[in-house]
């Protein structure tokens, strides 16, 4: 591994000057947006199409038993499908069809990469299903622009991979040190420029970030951390599963410096959420 190759994707503290450590002074990274995955592929230069090369050349470098869905078209048939299921924001469907899902989770579970179902991750916790997914980002974007978005539970990085299409820029903390290896594993080789990895207690935010105009929780617990409400923006949106043994998917609004609204939007299930290190 070169010097290069340690440096993606980066740590929070790697993009902070010493003076503008624990405060909220970060720049804003140019990135270009991407609309649909049709313009992309007319030769626009975007994210979604520098993240779907860069997984091409990791997967053209798995032996061939190893490359069961790598072609586009199954990709694009995942789509077809989300798009049945109501996803209606083509900048997300595009994102959900240049990230390939196969790459983030074991070979052996690769047959069941594009099929809408979770799957293990290891230590207890899964992927989320493409729907949810897609879902969840659509109802955080709302047809606008993310411009900072904050991620509780990187997982092994596929939800991250899918939020750098459609945000500028994207903070993720993750408690379980093993899968906080596993995502920057899996994303170092695709260059992503504007996801930031942290390993930490994703229940207390990253106030060093805050404010943020999207936060979304890949973890349920009884109630969204008060932490988490105080870091957004107003005029924010946070998306996150609560409950117990039955959950829904909530959608809180910053409308005040003291006003949040709820909507709930859906049944989810998701595993539950912690707090501290692992």
């Not at 624990?22 to 947006?33: F, I, K, L, Y």
């Not at 595009?94 to 070979?107: D, G, N």
Request: charged fraction near 20%; hydrophobic fraction near 45%.
């Amino acid at each position: 591994m070169t010097d290069k190759d340690k440096r993606f994707p980066l740590t929070l503290s790697s993009l902070l000057s010493k003076s503008d450590r624990g405060n909220a002074g970060v720049a804003t990274p140019r990135v270009a947006t991407p609309q649909t995955a049709t313009r992309n592929a007319a030769g626009h230069v975007a994210p979604v199409v520098r993240v779907a090369e860069a997984q091409e050349r990791r997967a053209a470098e798995l032996p061939q038993r190893q490359q069961p869905l790598v072609s586009d078209s199954v990709r694009r048939a995942m789509v077809m499908r989300l798009s049945a299921q109501g996803i209606k924001d083509t900048m997300v469907l595009a994102a959900m069809e240049a990230v390939q899902r196969h790459l983030f989770i074991e070979p052996g579970l690769a047959a069941q990469a594009y099929v809408d179902a979770s799957i293990p991750i290891g230590y207890h916790q899964t992927i989320s299903k493409p729907y949810i997914v897609a879902r969840m980002i659509e109802v955080l974007r709302n047809g606008g622009v993310l411009n900072r978005v904050l991620e509780i539970g990187t997982g092994c990085g596929y939800q991250a991979a899918v939020l750098s299409l459609v945000a500028k820029e994207v903070y993720s903390i993750e408690r379980i040190r093993p899968l906080h290896e596993l995502a920057r594993t899996n994303l170092r080789p695709m260059r992503i420029a504007n996801v930031r990895l942290q390993y930490g207690d994703g229940m207390l935010g990253l106030s060093q970030a805050a404010p943020f105009d999207g936060i979304i929780l890949a973890a349920a617990g009884l109630e969204v951390p008060q932490a988490l409400l105080d870091q957004m923006a107003i005029g924010g949106r946070l998306v996150a599963p609560v409950g117990a043994r039955h959950q829904v998917l909530q959608l809180i609004v910053r409308v005040g410096k003291f006003d949040w609204t709820h909507t709930t939007l859906e049944d989810c299930h998701f595993v539950p959420l912690h707090s501290g290190t692992v």
